[in-house]
């Protein structure tokens, strides 16, 4: 049972560049997130998804773009990589509905360097 | 302006003692409250949680506590362990099975000393 899975682990890129980060769930979730990691902030939510097509923003979108074709899969893209957005990068995902209890499941994170 | 507060940072204990980290809140519309614990270089993982209809909630050497008068929650560790070192976020939902966003505080750091 892979559950939340994550791709890359860890990467390097430099300002300007677009960057994909990969979220890939079996547990055929509802619901998916992205959020990011940053020393005096905590998890701050860029953006999430109810459902296949289906996105809204979070906190701190500006700068990120999502997509949801499949349930599956979430990936997160940096069409233009900033210093700023140097962070550690987490998935989740959630069955809701009210059983659920709004519980979040997380992958091991991307940590995502712009140099 | 931050809803979910964990205003210290770092807690330090003795193994074997009592843990108790705090949670401040100030939307009055969170309904359900949750702690996930978060190991270096790993993703956050669900501890425990509590409905607002609740005051209490135990599990093993883990309780949370609610005072929704206060807007406050309290998770006890008894006894600690070295094991127990970790980050402890508290985050906070609305409307249960809405939309199912949490809000997160910035976490507490909790050493456990053998």
């Known amino acids: 049972d892979a559950g939340i899975t994550q791709s890359p682990r860890y990467k390097i890129t430099e300002t300007g560049r677009q960057v994909t980060l990969m979220c890939h769930q079996t547990?055929?979730?509802?619901?998916m997130f992205w959020y990011r990691q940053d020393l005096g902030h905590g998890l701050r939510l860029i953006y999430y998804?109810?459902?296949?097509?289906?996105?809204d923003k979070g906190e701190v979108p500006d700068g990120y773009v999502v997509s949801r074709s499949k349930t599956e899969n979430f990936p997160l893209t940096l069409e233009s990589a900033t210093r700023s957005q140097t962070s550690v990068y987490f998935c989740?995902?959630?069955?809701?509905?009210?059983?659920?209890?709004?519980?979040?499941?997380f992958g091991a994170g991307t940590r995502l360097s712009v140099l | 302006d931050q809803q979910v507060k964990q205003n210290s940072p770092s807690l330090s204990v003795q193994e074997g003692r009592i843990s108790i980290l705090n949670c401040d809140y100030t939307?009055?519309?969170?309904?359900?409250f949750l702690w996930y614990k978060k190991y270096p270089a790993e993703g956050p993982t669900f501890l425990i949680s509590?409905?607002?209809?609740?005051d209490k909630n135990e599990d093993g050497r883990f309780t949370v506590f609610l005072n929704k008068s206060a807007k406050h929650l309290s998770l006890h560790i008894v006894p600690s362990q070295p094991g127990d070192s970790a980050v402890y976020f508290c985050?906070?939902?609305?409307?249960?099975?809405?939309?199912?966003?949490?809000?997160f505080g910035k976490g507490i750091t909790l050493s456990v000393r053998p």
């Open positions: 989740a995902s959630s069955l809701a509905g009210s059983l659920a209890k709004n519980i979040q499941y």
């Open positions: 547990w055929s979730h509802s619901y």
């Open positions: 998804s109810a459902a296949a097509d289906i996105t």
């Open positions: 939307n009055s519309m969170f309904d359900y």
């Open positions: 509590i409905s607002s209809i609740k």
């Open positions: 985050a906070a939902s609305a409307k249960t099975g809405a939309n199912s966003k949490l809000t």
